[in-house]
């Protein structure tokens, strides 16, 4: 994994974790390769994430680099996510029907006082509540043009069967076949293949397949990558990479294999858990212990990213706590489900599935998509930045 992008997860999931407790999160302040950022966060009275700014240290001064600000819903559903840079400002609109499910993304470009229409994606759903289709389109001369569409088609179990992928035919105004996925599952429903084609002279080629192995915990254990050589019409091994978990389940080490005449490995990343003071931490996790003689006690499940002997990582945790409140004992009722970043936070435990059945629990904080999370109490389906 890359080192930037586990250090990322690492702080976003304690801020994520807090907010949706008692506790929320002022700032993370980051040390990486001698520069300094740092994120700021403001909260709802409900104690929901407002804003959150990002600056970047620069001549010994923070700089704003950009600013974040949502609007939610009763049902906490985002109805506005407006996102400024200095030289550009964005709003995304979503809009849900009378079922909660999100039927259109629309983005301003906001110039001034006025908002400009810069681009939608439309949603529609089949007669079992799954997504059918997905369609993208930009504001090009006043005319919304097509970009991209994805199709799906599920099995009996409610679980993608086939992805097509469409591109606009600008010349007819028309959507044509780009590329498909097809899905196969084993009778536990995981996922144990992905086959991707491209379309050419109105026929399907096959480009390359990603295939899965699961342990007895069903976590991810391996994915394989083949592709097809259409000249010597053979499947051929390319890479792979091996999970490995610890005792209670945390991700232990991820290795990297490449296939040249025989596998060799490229790499690998280690986790080390340990609690260390927080001004030193690159927390993993966040737990806290609710509602009960201490309402205020939390502690770090941290992972130290290492460069060799040297810890690459620092950052420092700035947190104002929240005595327990009806509010919170509400949150302890009915689950908070937070998306943000990459990653899904809840105040319950959860476990996240790809539209295609994926279970991509251990992948929490890369996340980027359309994703069905489910707690003990609630399942619903969110699209995730």
């Given at each position: 994994?890359?080192?930037?992008?586990?250090?990322?997860?690492?702080?976003?999931?304690?801020?994520?974790?807090?907010?949706?407790?008692?506790?929320?999160?002022?700032?993370?302040?980051?040390?990486?390769?001698?520069?300094?950022?740092?994120?700021?966060?403001?909260?709802?009275?409900?104690?929901?994430?407002?804003?959150y700014?990002?600056?970047?240290?620069?001549?010994?001064?923070?700089?704003?680099?950009?600013?974040?600000?949502?609007?939610?819903?009763?049902?906490?559903?985002?109805?506005?996510?407006?996102?400024?840079?200095?030289?550009?400002?964005?709003?995304?609109?979503?809009?849900?029907?009378?079922?909660?499910?999100?039927?259109?993304?629309?983005t301003?470009?906001?110039?001034?006082?006025?908002?400009?229409?810069?681009?939608?994606?439309?949603?529609?759903?089949?007669?079992?509540?799954?997504?059918?289709?997905?369609?993208?389109?930009?504001?090009?001369n006043?005319?919304?043009?097509?970009?991209?569409?994805?199709?799906?088609?599920?099995?009996?179990?409610?679980?993608?069967?086939?992805?097509?992928?469409?591109?606009?035919?600008?010349?007819?105004?028309?959507?044509?076949y780009?590329?498909?996925?097809?899905?196969?599952?084993?009778?536990?429903?995981?996922?144990?293949?992905?086959?991707?084609?491209?379309?050419?002279?109105n026929?399907?080629?096959?480009?390359?397949?990603?295939?899965?192995?699961?342990?007895?915990?069903s976590?991810?254990?391996?994915?394989?990558?083949?592709?097809?050589?259409?000249?010597?019409?053979?499947?051929?091994?390319?890479?792979?990479?091996?999970y490995?978990?610890?005792?209670?389940?945390?991700?232990?080490?991820?290795?990297?294999?490449?296939?040249?005449?025989?596998?060799?490995?490229?790499?690998?990343?280690?986790?080390?858990?340990?609690?260390?003071?927080?001004?030193?931490?690159?927390?993993?996790?966040?737990?806290?212990?609710?509602?009960?003689?201490?309402?205020?006690?939390?502690?770090?499940?941290?992972?130290?990213?290492?460069?060799?002997?040297?810890?690459?990582?620092?950052?420092?945790?700035?947190?104002?706590?929240?005595?327990?409140?009806?509010?919170?004992?509400?949150?302890?009722?009915?689950?908070?489900?937070?998306?943000?970043?990459?990653?899904?936070?809840?105040?319950?435990?959860?476990?996240?599935?790809?539209?295609?059945?994926?279970?991509?629990?251990?992948?929490?904080?890369?996340?980027?998509?359309v994703?069905?999370?489910?707690?003990?109490?609630?399942?619903?389906?969110?699209?995730?930045?």
């Open positions: 994994m890359n080192k930037k992008l586990l250090f990322c997860i690492i702080c976003l999931v304690s801020y994520a974790s807090a907010q949706a407790f008692t506790h929320s999160l002022d700032s993370i302040v980051t040390y990486d390769n001698d520069q300094w950022s740092k994120n700021t966060f403001s909260y709802n009275d409900d104690l929901s994430v407002a804003a700014t990002t600056f970047t240290k620069v001549d010994g001064k923070w700089v704003q680099q950009q600013h974040t600000a949502f609007r939610r819903d009763a049902a906490g559903n985002d109805t506005a996510i407006v996102v400024s840079t200095a030289g550009n400002t964005l709003k995304h609109i979503y809009n849900y029907d009378t079922q909660g499910r999100i039927v259109n993304i629309t301003y470009k906001i110039v001034g006082t006025a908002a400009i229409d810069s681009a939608k994606t439309d949603y529609a759903y089949n007669s079992t509540g799954n997504i059918a289709w997905e369609e993208q389109y930009i504001m090009i006043g005319t919304w043009t097509r970009t991209i569409k994805h199709e799906y088609t599920y099995n009996t179990n409610d679980l993608v069967s086939e992805q097509l992928n469409y591109s606009s035919n600008q010349n007819e105004n028309a959507w044509k780009q590329t498909r996925s097809l899905y196969e599952y084993d009778t536990e429903l995981n996922l144990i293949k992905e086959t991707y084609q491209y379309y050419l002279i026929a399907w080629f096959d480009s390359f397949t990603l295939s899965y192995t699961y342990n007895e915990d976590q991810l254990q391996s994915v394989t990558k083949t592709i097809f050589d259409d000249f010597e019409a053979v499947w051929k091994l390319t890479d792979s990479i091996t490995t978990y610890t005792t209670v389940g945390d991700l232990a080490q991820t290795r990297y294999y490449q296939y040249s005449d025989g596998w060799y490995e490229a790499g690998n990343d280690t986790y080390t858990y340990t609690t260390t003071a927080t001004d030193q931490c690159a927390g993993y996790s966040f737990a806290q212990t609710l509602y009960d003689d201490t309402p205020h006690s939390y502690t770090l499940t941290q992972v130290a990213a290492y460069k060799g002997s040297t810890l690459q990582y620092r950052c420092t945790y700035h947190y104002t706590a929240f005595a327990p409140t009806d509010i919170a004992q509400t949150h302890n009722d009915t689950p908070l489900i937070y998306a943000h970043d990459g990653r899904i936070a809840a105040s319950e435990p959860l476990r996240i599935y790809t539209l295609t059945g994926i279970d991509v629990t251990a992948l929490n904080g890369s996340l980027k998509g994703y069905i999370v489910k707690t003990a109490t609630k399942t619903l389906k969110m699209f995730v930045k």
